[in-house]
């Protein structure tokens, strides 16, 4: 079965055709980073326009790499949420369309539920239940996955996600944009005790994580030496700033595992690219005998193939849309249209 996937939901306009949730057969990715580099973030005006440019052509190129046409398509799955909400409406509209237009089945796919699903591609053998740490740039979850499309979240972020985060902390320092990424390349060889950040705690649920009160920590550090006109190690900043988000993430993930008594471990999301993160998740899963799941770092970041790969196992479980469906910003990973 061939899933036709689709994704708009920030910067990139992408495009997968993927078969029966496992084989891609193309995956096209057109990013936007340089047109938002200049402006240290992504703007969300300007992501809508590009991808309105991009998508026609994106689509194309994805079935063309395939060798397939619309015809071979079972069914179009496309982001419909979380993300900008602008950014989003546009693959969500095209996909409709070409939906309407070919009589092809559609199929929702929430954004968070596709990072999981890259490590369907990645790794054949994998199937759930499994415990999956899901870091990003706007989310950060601890997931219990006991199905394909049933999801139990066990803890979250009560305020700012890990990757917003450090990418607040790489622009602070003056890292360019995307910043989480230049931070991890910043960070490798630094010195993970040449600054002091606070443990974040959420009492009520041990589960539970919190990150703003690192991020002011790092901003403080800066301004505060700026006024005092001290210097500052980028180098050693960033690496002491990451090891505290890591061990933060460390620390929840492990008291899961045994809380759960998880025996797979799943990494999902933008920040499951970082090479620390990698590191210290690898040893924390030797140390409870737990085997441990990464996409490969094509697939970390925004993609179409992974919308295609959950679009298959929403599609076998009988999920379907009409024209009447919406983007939306925000939605719970346990809710699907």
């Given at each position: 079965?061939?899933?036709?996937g689709?994704?708009?939901?920030?910067?990139?306009?992408?495009?997968?055709?993927?078969?029966?949730?496992?084989?891609?057969?193309?995956?096209?990715?057109?990013?936007?980073?340089?047109?938002?580099?200049?402006?240290?973030?992504?703007?969300?005006?300007?992501?809508?326009?590009?991808?309105?440019?991009?998508?026609t052509?994106?689509?194309?190129?994805?079935l063309?790499?395939?060798?397939?046409?619309?015809?071979d398509?079972?069914?179009?799955?496309v982001?419909y949420?979380?993300?900008?909400?602008?950014?989003?409406?546009?693959g969500?509209?095209?996909?409709?369309?070409?939906?309407?237009?070919?009589?092809?089945p559609l199929?929702?796919?929430?954004?968070?539920?596709?990072?999981?699903?890259?490590?369907?591609?990645?790794?054949?053998?994998?199937?759930?239940?499994?415990?999956?740490?899901?870091?990003?740039?706007?989310?950060?979850?601890?997931?219990?996955?006991?199905?394909?499309?049933?999801?139990?979240?066990?803890?979250?972020?009560?305020?700012?996600?890990?990757?917003?985060a450090?990418?607040?902390?790489?622009?602070?320092?003056?890292?360019?944009?995307?910043?989480?990424?230049?931070?991890?390349?910043?960070?490798?060889?630094?010195?993970?005790?040449?600054?002091?950040?606070?443990?974040?705690?959420?009492?009520?649920?041990?589960?539970d994580?919190?990150?703003?009160?690192?991020?002011?920590?790092?901003?403080?550090?800066?301004?505060?030496?700026?006024?005092?006109?001290?210097?500052?190690?980028?180098?050693?900043?960033?690496?002491?700033?990451?090891?505290?988000?890591?061990?933060?993430?460390?620390s929840?993930?492990?008291?899961?595992?045994?809380?759960?008594?998880?025996?797979?471990?799943?990494?999902?999301?933008?920040?499951?690219?970082?090479?620390?993160?990698?590191?210290?998740?690898?040893?924390?899963a030797?140390?409870?005998?737990?085997?441990?799941?990464?996409?490969?770092?094509?697939?970390?970041?925004?993609?179409?193939?992974?919308?295609?790969?959950?679009?298959y196992?929403?599609?076998?479980?009988?999920?379907?849309?009409?024209?009447?469906?919406?983007?939306?910003?925000?939605?719970p990973?346990?809710?699907?249209?």
């Amino acid at each position: 079965m061939k899933i036709l996937g689709i994704e708009s939901s920030c910067d990139e306009t992408a495009a997968a055709v993927v078969e029966d949730g496992r084989t891609v057969l193309s995956n096209v990715v057109s990013t936007q980073i340089e047109k938002h580099k200049i402006f240290g973030g992504v703007v969300p005006e300007i992501a809508s326009r590009l991808h309105t440019e991009s998508i026609t052509f994106v689509v194309r190129e994805a079935l063309e790499k395939a060798d397939c046409t619309l015809s071979d398509i079972d069914a179009i799955a496309v982001t419909y949420a979380p993300g900008l909400i602008g950014a989003l409406l546009v693959g969500v509209n095209y996909a409709k369309g070409l939906s309407f237009s070919s009589g092809i089945p559609l199929v929702p796919v929430h954004h968070l539920r596709s990072h999981i699903a890259a490590n369907y591609i990645t790794h054949k053998d994998l199937q759930p239940p499994f415990l999956c740490l899901v870091v990003s740039g706007g989310n950060t979850l601890l997931v219990k996955v006991e199905d394909y499309t049933q999801f139990k979240v066990i803890g979250r972020t009560r305020d700012d996600a890990a990757g917003e985060a450090l990418d607040k902390a790489a622009r602070t320092m003056g890292l360019p944009y995307p910043g989480g990424v230049n931070l991890d390349k910043e960070a490798r060889g630094g010195d993970i005790n040449a600054y002091t950040f606070p443990k974040p705690r959420v009492d009520d649920n041990p589960l539970d994580f919190s990150f703003s009160g690192l991020k002011t920590s790092v901003i403080n550090t800066i301004h505060n030496a700026k006024q005092k006109g001290g210097e500052i190690s980028v180098k050693d900043l960033g690496t002491s700033f990451l090891n505290a988000v890591v061990s933060s993430l460390e620390s929840h993930t492990e008291k899961a595992i045994i809380q759960q008594n998880s025996k797979t471990l799943v990494l999902a999301g933008g920040v499951s690219a970082n090479s620390m993160l990698r590191q210290r998740m690898t040893e924390l899963a030797e140390k409870h005998n737990v085997k441990i799941y990464f996409p490969e770092l094509s697939l970390c970041g925004d993609n179409a193939a992974m919308v295609a790969a959950q679009g298959y196992y929403e599609f076998m479980a009988g999920k379907r849309a009409d024209m009447s469906l919406n983007a939306a910003a925000t939605m719970p990973i346990t809710e699907q249209m």
